[in-house]
């Protein structure tokens, strides 16, 4: 325990030499203190890059959190440290390319897509719930659809939006007045409240009920594509972006719900920058616009709500294109 609190000490200070020699002598670098705090997060909050990367040498965790769920690089992004918070950007970025845990670790806590399709929703005028009190969606995002809308209508032309779940896109999409609007659905009774409210009868929309996974054959070439499902995950949406060289046509946009690890500022961050770098890979450039949410998320908005999926206040909405579209 001595050396332990030593080791924060050493980080807290930055000092590299006496740091190295409790890392020699076998100091514990996932050690928290009664703060709650790593050595780790010590360094980030203060600052001292050069020992922030030698605990990540010594395969510090970069992804613990303290009991307030803050890692070390929303210690460094909160304290204006730029120097440590790129080294730990960086070291989460690498981690989930090779590991994904983060991701494994959020799929593990939900339930999987096929118990989701099988599952129970309800519709209340601000929120679509599963039986387990989860929002699928919900009327704050409004304008986040609204601006998702825009963003994939730009070009005009034939819209694909995989999943309708309240229609806050799809209301958005059709003021656009696309020339085709498909819309993939796989929830049954999503589904049978669309046809419902009329979306079966609308000149230009196209319902394909089903997984898109199941439905591509049915699927086209699009001008802009929007995605946005429930009980999936980023394995999920890395297996879509697959698709998109068949789907999006030359010059499309491409935009997706951006609620990659929404209950955490830096690994948020992290996963902005690593689908980004993985849509790269592929052919396509990734612009993330930011919108400010904090004035839409009011605490009452989450009553009734057993998880709150996004905490943050600023969402960044991404917006995509071929790489050759943009030169």
Request: glycine share 8%; aromatic share 10%.
């Amino acid at each position: 325990m001595e050396n332990e609190e030593l080791l924060c000490e050493a980080a807290r200070n930055g000092d590299i030499d006496k740091l190295k020699a409790l890392l020699d002598a076998g100091a514990d670098f996932t050690y928290f203190d009664q703060g709650g705090l790593t050595p780790l997060m010590h360094a980030a909050k203060h600052g001292h890059a050069e020992v922030v990367q030698c605990l990540l040498d010594a395969s510090a965790p970069w992804n613990a959190l303290s009991p307030s769920n803050l890692s070390a690089g929303d210690f460094a992004m909160d304290a204006g440290h730029q120097d440590a918070f790129d080294i730990l950007l960086n070291a989460g970025i690498q981690a989930e390319l090779i590991l994904g845990t983060i991701a494994r670790k959020e799929n593990e806590n939900g339930a999987i897509n096929g118990e989701y399709l099988e599952d129970r929703v309800s519709f209340s005028e601000d929120k679509l719930m599963d039986s387990n009190s989860k929002a699928v969606m919900m009327e704050w995002e409004k304008p986040l659809m609204e601006a998702h809308a825009k963003a994939v209508c730009s070009a005009g032309g034939h819209i694909l939006n995989i999943g309708f779940g309240m229609g806050l896109v799809d209301t958005a999409i059709q003021q656009y007045k696309p020339t085709s609007h498909t819309i993939v659905e796989a929830h049954p009774e999503v589904y049978k409240r669309m046809l419902s409210l009329g979306w079966g009868e609308k000149e230009n929309v196209k319902i394909v009920f089903g997984r898109w996974q199941d439905v591509l054959d049915q699927l086209e070439s699009y001008d802009g594509i929007f995605f946005d499902t429930y009980g999936e995950y980023y394995e999920d949406l890395r297996e879509f972006h697959q698709q998109l060289p068949k789907l999006l046509k030359p010059g499309g946009i491409y935009s997706f719900f951006n609620g990659l690890c929404g209950g955490n500022p830096f690994f948020h961050v992290v996963y902005c920058q690593l689908v980004s770098l993985e849509l790269e890979s592929l052919g396509y450039s990734t612009q993330l616009i930011p919108l400010p949410v904090k004035d839409c998320l009011a605490e009452k908005i989450w009553e009734g709500v057993k998880q709150k999926y996004w905490q943050l206040d600023t969402y960044y909405l991404p917006v995509c294109q071929s790489l050759e579209d943009c030169e």
